[in-house]
T-cell receptor, first 109, second 114 residues
Framework: GQNIDQPTEMTATEGAIVQINCTYQTSGFNGLFWYQQHAGEAPTFLSYNVLDGLEEKGRFSSFLSRSKGYSYLLLKELQMKDSASYLCAVRERTTALIFGKGTTLSVSS | EAGVAQSPRYKIIEKRQSVAFWCNPISGHATLYWYQQILGQGPKLLIQFQNNGVVDDSQLPKDRFSAERLKGVDSTLKIQPAKLEDSAVYLC????????????FGNGTRLTVT
């Protein structure tokens, strides 16, 4: 079966660093995606990992360990606008994505 | 480039009524997806099209939901009859057809069934 786990909620303060973890168990694996979703808006693409290691893109980085079925999204220099839901998603055999339930991040001043 | 277009933005219907949603994907994207997102959860795939053929509809409740993609471009998703538990945001997404191509989502249709 498919199982993607993320923490439900996290809080942090402006300027801090936060790490959002994701573990997955899927029948196939062709990549892991992270999306950001602000309340009432569409999910927007943040990052993609298919090989083990760290991918860095500005303030956001994403890490993957395929052997452990584990990924994390690292957000640096947090800003208020980073308050959103962060969705971990796995691509199995087709190009469709299977999403976790999402982690709601609240950034306070 | 223009994004994924969806309409309507909001819809309120009574249970047992029918409703239809429309989606126009990004130009050149062969693959189109419909997802259902219930409040507080991640999106759940309902159906995936490649051009005008169905790739995966295993999670589509076929007794009440139907979808089509005419001419491999626009798509419609229909619910008939609606149930209270169908209240959700229906997201349409499209992508190119290779491994690291991300999905691009429309703004969704928020459906409330009363």
């Amino acid at each position: 079966g498919q199982n993607i786990d993320q923490p439900t909620e996290m809080t942090a303060t402006e300027g801090a660093i936060v790490q959002i973890n994701c573990t997955y168990q899927t029948s196939g694996f062709n990549g892991l995606f992270w999306y950001q979703q602000h309340a009432g808006e569409a999910p927007t693409f943040l990052s993609y990992n298919v090989l083990d290691g760290l991918e860095e893109k500005g303030r956001f980085s994403s890490f993957l360990s395929r052997s452990k079925g584990y990924s994390y999204l690292l957000l640096k220099e947090l800003q208020m606008k980073d308050s959103a839901s962060y969705l971990c998603a796995v691509r199995e055999r087709t190009t469709a994505l299977i999403f976790g339930k999402g982690t709601t991040l609240s950034v306070s001043s | 480039e223009a994004g994924v277009a969806q309409s309507p933005r909001y819809k309120i219907i009574e249970k047992r009524q029918s409703v239809a949603f429309w989606c126009n994907p990004i130009s050149g994207h062969a693959t189109l997806y419909w997802y259902q997102q219930i409040l507080g959860q991640g999106p759940k795939l309902l159906i995936q099209f490649q051009n005008n053929g169905v790739v995966d509809d295993s999670q589509l409740p076929k007794d009440r939901f139907s979808a089509e993609r005419l001419k491999g471009v626009d798509s419609t998703l229909k619910i008939q009859p609606a149930k209270l538990e169908d209240s959700a945001v229906y997201l349409c997404a499209s992508s190119l057809d290779y491994g690291n191509s991300p999905l691009h989502f429309g703004n969704g249709t928020r459906l409330t069934v009363t």
